[in-house]
């Protein structure tokens, strides 16, 4: 496995130039304790990454913001060269995480029910639990693990957003803070993959 802070090869290497890597981890990590340092890009990153989405979410007045994206922010950030940060995961897990909660309310009859988190009652607690266990089955079998996506599922499975446009939303969002992540990373000279991550192409070959 490639270590935190050794520079990408191949085309992403070649299309850097030196103004660029003075942004790149590693070299920053020459000049500032490496604790402090990751700390940092983790924090200001999440924090422009999700202000990004609170400011989509104020214009277009629609549910760009919403819980689970801060745990995956997290590990995009933080643990960008884990599987579980991967693009692939991110968008699948999230994916996994939307369609379970749709079953849930689907099988418990509360598609069109709105959120009432003071008053649960038996068939909410079960659109719950299906969700996530629905979640937590299909991640591993697809290979899929984003820990992110529990919440996500319970969000929908709560009834908190839960109509095809927001479960649309959901998954847009999802993909324009994927798409932050790979840009950010990358600039930082982090080995970020587009897609899967090389431990799972291996698995796959």
Same mark, same amino acid.
């Given at each position: 496995?490639?270590?935190?802070?050794?520079?990408?090869?191949?085309?992403?290497?070649?299309?850097?130039?030196?103004?660029?890597?003075?942004?790149?981890? @590693?070299?920053?990590?020459?000049?500032?304790?490496?604790?402090?340092?990751?700390?940092?890009?983790?924090?200001?990153?999440? =924090?422009?990454?999700?202000?990004?989405?609170?400011?989509?979410?104020?214009?277009?007045?629609?549910?760009? *913001? =919403? !819980?689970?994206?801060? !745990?995956?922010?997290?590990?995009?950030?933080?643990?960008?060269?884990?599987?579980?940060?991967?693009?692939?995961?991110?968008?699948?897990?999230?994916?996994?995480?939307?369609?379970?909660?749709?079953?849930?309310?689907?099988?418990? $009859?509360?598609?069109?029910?709105?959120?009432?988190?003071?008053?649960?009652?038996?068939?909410?607690?079960?659109?719950?639990?299906?969700?996530?266990?629905?979640?937590?089955?299909?991640?591993?079998?697809?290979?899929? @693990?984003?820990?992110?996506?529990?919440?996500?599922?319970?969000?929908?499975? *709560?009834?908190? *957003?839960?109509?095809?446009?927001?479960?649309?939303?959901?998954?847009?969002?999802?993909?324009?803070?994927?798409?932050?992540?790979?840009?950010?990373?990358?600039?930082? $000279?982090?080995?970020?993959?587009?897609?899967?991550?090389?431990?799972?192409?291996?698995?796959?070959?």
């Amino acid at each position: 496995m490639t270590r935190p802070g050794k520079r990408p090869s191949g085309a992403a290497a070649r299309t850097e130039g030196p103004h660029l890597d003075a942004l790149h981890l @590693d070299v920053l990590e020459r000049r500032y304790p490496s604790r402090w340092l990751r700390a940092a890009y983790c924090g200001v990153n999440a =924090f422009v990454a999700l202000l990004l989405m609170a400011v989509i979410a104020l214009v277009t007045r629609q549910p760009f *913001l =919403f !819980p689970s994206l801060g !745990p995956t922010a997290f590990l995009l950030f933080r643990t960008p060269e884990a599987p579980t940060a991967s693009p692939r995961n991110t968008v699948y897990g999230h994916l996994i995480g939307v369609l379970a909660g749709w079953s849930g309310l689907a099988v418990t $009859g509360l598609l069109d029910t709105g959120p009432d988190l003071m008053h649960v009652d038996w068939r909410r607690v079960l659109a719950a639990v299906i969700a996530l266990g629905l979640t937590c089955t299909l991640m591993p079998v697809f290979r899929a @693990d984003h820990p992110p996506a529990g919440a996500t599922t319970l969000i929908v499975a *709560l009834g908190l *957003l839960r109509s095809p446009a927001e479960l649309a939303t959901i998954m847009l969002a999802v993909l324009v803070l994927t798409a932050q992540g790979f840009l950010i990373n990358r600039l930082a $000279g982090l080995p970020y993959p587009v897609w899967r991550h090389p431990r799972d192409e291996r698995k796959s070959a």
